[in-house]
């Protein structure tokens, strides 16, 4: 098993930047795929991007391509979500989550799940 911590989130202007963190604990990290995802209030969780177990594979949703960013650590057994800049639109509670083997893009087809930080982006 995995278990997910989320830290990074915080009130951003638009235009700005945030990296949020994903610390996890477990065995094996390097077995699993990771993956973002976002919730804004009233729509459905949606997914942001995902990165292979070696870090080598990257896949984005269109709609944050080009300004965000994942990369992971798998000696510190870390994720990251580097966001530049953002828009209002943006604001959601993001949450990191896991899988085994190969990344994917629909909830449900991940494991293990952070908390969930806070991402507020005003105009």
């Known amino acids: 098993q995995v278990q997910l911590v989320e830290s990074g989130g915080g009130l951003v202007q638009a235009g700005g930047s945030l990296r949020l963190s994903c610390a996890a604990s477990?065995?094996?990290?390097?077995?699993?795929?990771l993956g973002w995802f976002r919730q804004a209030p009233g729509k459905e969780r949606e997914f942001v991007g995902a990165?292979?177990?070696?870090?080598?594979?990257?896949d984005y949703a269109d709609s944050v391509k080009g300004r965000f960013t994942i990369s992971r650590d798998n000696a510190k057994n870390t994720v990251s979500l580097q966001m530049n800049s953002l828009k209002p639109e943006d604001t959601a509670v993001y949450y990191c989550?896991?899988?085994?083997?190969?990344?994917?893009?629909?909830?449900?087809?991940?494991?293990?799940w952070g908390q969930g930080t806070q991402v507020t982006v005003s105009s």
């Open positions: 989550a896991a899988r085994l083997l190969l990344k994917r893009s629909k909830p449900d087809e991940y494991d293990y």
């Open positions: 477990g065995r094996s990290f390097s077995n699993y795929a």
């Open positions: 990165i292979s177990r070696s870090g080598g594979g990257t």
